[in-house]
């Protein structure tokens, strides 16, 4: 794929895209000024594998909240247009109906409208914010030739990237099957990570509640023995503990289904 990604036709398509409704903006224009010039030295980056991001500029936006954006140089974004003109159809496949953020022919009014349908056919509804339920905390990582300065390493995907945005629609994929298939839960909506369950049993809501944080919490875990971080020992009381709080609801299959992973 790396051939269709660096070819003319992709990275000019790319082009035109990172540019559309932007060509006012003084870096478009500046880079549409020699553009024949520009995409031939960014293939010729890319195909020596000799191309490096630039510098972002960061500024703050406050609506809808308070955000830090890092906006990368329009040449990164041509890249990135670029990527994701070969993967995203890929991916697309594998991605459920109802989710909404950052898809071509979805969005967030589209979204509405299925939140609205939902709530006309489903009594009760619960919502999981990706701004406390599922961010994890940070554990600094450190690489071979790390100094003093490694902590000050910026983390994550900066906000404004168009890769930002499609890789919290991959890594949640999973997540998204996990609620169609394992919890069985017929409703349910999610745009970036803000999400909605509904359901017309109120009992059954309260029941995947915990079985949803812990399918994530299992992962990590397990990455962290895997890794040699923590003991087989603190894996188990985990997992003892998580079984002692959900055992009295109907959750052998589910339970089943999140257990049955390999530790090696």
Request: charged fraction near 25%; glycine fraction near 6%.
């Amino acid at each position: 794929m790396y051939n269709a990604l660096t070819s003319w036709n992709n990275l000019l398509l790319a082009y035109k895209k990172a540019s559309a409704g932007k060509r006012g903006q003084a870096n478009v224009a500046i880079f549409e000024y020699r553009l024949e010039d520009n995409l031939f030295r960014l293939q010729e980056e890319l195909q020596q594998k000799a191309y490096r991001p630039g510098p972002y500029v960061n500024f703050h936006i406050h609506e809808p909240k308070h955000r830090l954006i890092s906006a990368a140089p329009f040449r990164d974004r041509v890249v990135h247009h670029a990527l994701c003109n070969i993967i995203e159809p890929i991916f697309e496949r594998s991605f459920i109906f109802d989710s909404y953020a950052n898809r071509v022919g979805k969005g967030t009014h589209r979204a509405l409208d299925r939140c609205q349908e939902f709530a006309r056919r489903f009594k009760y509804v619960i919502l999981f914010s990706g701004e406390g339920v599922l961010r994890e905390a940070y554990d600094m990582v450190y690489f071979p030739g790390d100094d003093l300065f490694a902590a000050l390493r910026p983390r994550g995907l900066p906000i404004g990237n168009l890769t930002s945005q499609f890789w919290a629609n991959v890594y949640l994929n999973a997540f998204d099957h996990f609620v169609k298939r394992e919890l069985g839960c017929l409703a349910y909506l999610r745009y970036v990570d803000d999400l909605l369950f509904f359901a017309n049993d109120k009992n059954l809501l309260w029941q995947w509640k915990p079985l949803i944080y812990f399918q994530r919490k299992l992962r990590a875990l397990i990455a962290a023995y895997q890794a040699g971080q923590i003991a087989l020992a603190a894996v188990n009381a985990s997992v003892r503990g998580w079984i002692n709080h959900v055992r009295y609801a109907n959750t052998i299959g589910l339970r089943k289904a999140l257990l049955m992973r390999k530790i090696k």
